[in-house]
């Protein structure tokens, strides 16, 4: 990955943020306190980011490793926030705002797989 391809990337994972969990965000809302709601909904974009930085570098030492595949788990969980909303906007339960809801989660998946694609490539280099 080149150093725009990361910044790309990087934005994508944040707008991510408008779909899977922004829903879970608001589904937590009323049973965590003020900031856990947003932090546990934000924590595999976050990791997603995180791991980003890590794609770029060439060394592939323990550190590295532990962030890209952090980064990968926070993936998988995008995807299942994602999964979550559209089933909920599927079925006709989710709130108001379906268009931010759908453009988060197209982006999302846009997200994951540039991730993989980025970790596979990453993987090559081994």
């Known amino acids: 990955m080149n150093r725009f391809s990361v910044a790309m990337f990087k934005i994508t994972a944040l707008f991510s943020f408008c779909g899977g969990p922004l829903f879970v965000t608001d589904q937590l809302e009323p049973h965590l306190t003020d900031p856990y709601h947003f932090v546990v909904a934000f924590s595999p974009v976050a990791v997603m980011v995180l791991g980003a ?47 931010l809801l759908t453009f988060g989660i197209a982006v999302g998946l846009v997200a994951i797989t540039l991730y993989v694609k980025a970790l596979t490539r990453w993987r090559g280099d081994t």
């Open 53 to 99: 930085f890590a794609l770029v570098e060439r060394e592939h030492d323990l550190m590295a490793r532990i962030c890209v595949w952090s980064g990968a788990l926070g993936g998988v969980a995008l995807l299942a926030m994602n999964i979550y909303a559209g089933w909920h906007l599927a079925t006709g339960s989710a709130p108001a705002e379906r268009g």
